[in-house]
């Protein structure tokens, strides 16, 4: 779940759901126990007050939530993590916590809340450089960004639709990024060498064996596949802006700023290069359908209508290593980074006395998921 985004994949070296961030405080089990030991509670009565509470804190809750804080829930010298964080990263993740069984939710709870104790830290280590950060190594960086994510997250647009991002958030969370990776090269080893480089093209060659890719931009115009009038609408304006973009010195990077309405149309609709199947079947068709300088008719596919124009194409096969040096370069510093970053956080946390509040975050009691319902019906039948 890229809502993790950038920023969180550099901190915790994983999705929250996916790692603890290494951490060590006083309240934290490992994590690979089939049960999470939360804090001991000194005032019982409290405890059992906020409890009382509960009701309220998923009365007008419109996702099904598994669980809400109803105060902070971390502790820290120099900060804390608190409720409402809390309770907007566990909106962002309800639809995948249906899935999870019962008995590894209170491990989630805790990777939540470590995950963002992780994130908190480090923003408050980089935040007095952050203002430091080159805007060519974010330029080439949010390039590497697009790159990526077309090759392996089916298109920038599905992305930012599937994990409700903008650029902005993108930008902003990878600004902290290269101030952490400044951060960490100041005391630990990230730099790739060379030798660790060619090392990874020899055991990773057939992922550098590439399909053949198309340079493409597009504008589109949005509508829900189901709703007649919205697709209408949709492909009206399309049609429209078709002819403009077909006339003689029609400029498509300025018509997709000025038309489209998908997050790649401040920069003109540029989607870089992609594979046919990276993309969703009717625009990849399209797009490889056409030839270099041409521009598609209004294209339907599940986003709305598309106006795709190709800018250049190449052939597929294998690269060679001075064409991905830099590319592989980055893989090896993020993996180091990670290792870095979480030798890091293990020192801070013990440091800053990292406390987790877990008696802050109540269990929602009507929470259900198939995985629960399951459960409840097998207790029925023994």
């Known amino acids: 779940m890229l809502n993790n985004n950038y920023f969180i994949l550099l901190v915790c070296g994983s999705f929250i759901l996916m790692a603890s961030c290494g951490s060590n405080s006083k309240t934290h089990t490992k994590l690979d126990k089939a049960e999470v030991a939360v804090k001991d509670v000194q005032d019982s009565k409290d405890i059992e007050s ?20 109803i105060d902070r829930v971390a502790l820290f010298e120099g900060g804390e993590v ?133 340079k493409a931009s597009h504008i589109l115009f949005k509508a829900s596949s189901d709703d007649e009038a919205q697709l209408s609408e949709a492909k009206k304006k399309a049609t429209e802006v078709y002819k403009f973009a077909l006339k003689r010195g029609a400029d498509f990077g300025e018509l997709a700023k000025k038309y489209s309405e998908g997050p790649s149309g401040p920069n003109g609709g540029d989607l870089g290069f992609f594979a046919k199947d990276w993309m969703v079947t009717e625009f990849g068709e399209a797009a490889f359908s056409t030839k270099k300088g041409g521009i598609t008719e209004p294209v339907k596919t599940s986003f709305g209508y598309h106006i795709i124009k190709v800018f250049d194409k190449k052939k597929g096969g294998l690269i060679p290593l001075s064409e991905v040096s ?57």
């Open 326 to 382: 830099d590319h592989i370069a980055h893989l090896v510093e993020m993996k180091k980074m990670k290792e870095a970053t979480s030798m890091l956080l293990r020192q801070e946390r013990e440091r800053r006395k990292v406390e987790l509040l877990h008696e802050n975050v109540i269990d929602n009691p009507d929470f259900s998921t198939p995985a629960t319902e399951a459960e409840s019906q097998k207790q029925r039948h023994r």
């Open 82 to 214: 608190g409720a409402q964080e809390f309770n907007d990263e566990v909106k962002k993740i309800a639809p995948m916590l249906r899935d999870v069984p019962p008995a590894k939710l209170k491990i989630i709870k805790t990777r939540v809340i470590d995950g963002l104790v992780a994130k908190r830290i480090v923003e408050i280590l980089v935040e007095p450089t952050i203002k430091n950060v080159k805007e060519e190594d974010m330029a080439i960086e949010f390039q590497r960004f697009r790159d990526q994510v077309s090759q392996s997250h089916g298109g920038v647009e599905a992305f930012y639709e599937r994990e409700k991002l903008t650029e902005r958030d993108i930008k902003e969370d990878m600004r902290k990024g290269l101030a952490l990776k400044a951060l960490l090269a100041k005391d630990y080893d990230i730099i790739a060498s060379p030798k660790e480089i060619e090392a990874f093209y020899i055991k990773n060659k057939a992922r550098y064996d590439k399909q053949d890719e198309v």
């Open 50 to 69: 906020k409890k009382d509470r509960s009701p309220g804190v998923f009365k007008n809750t419109e996702e099904n939530m598994a669980y809400a804080a």
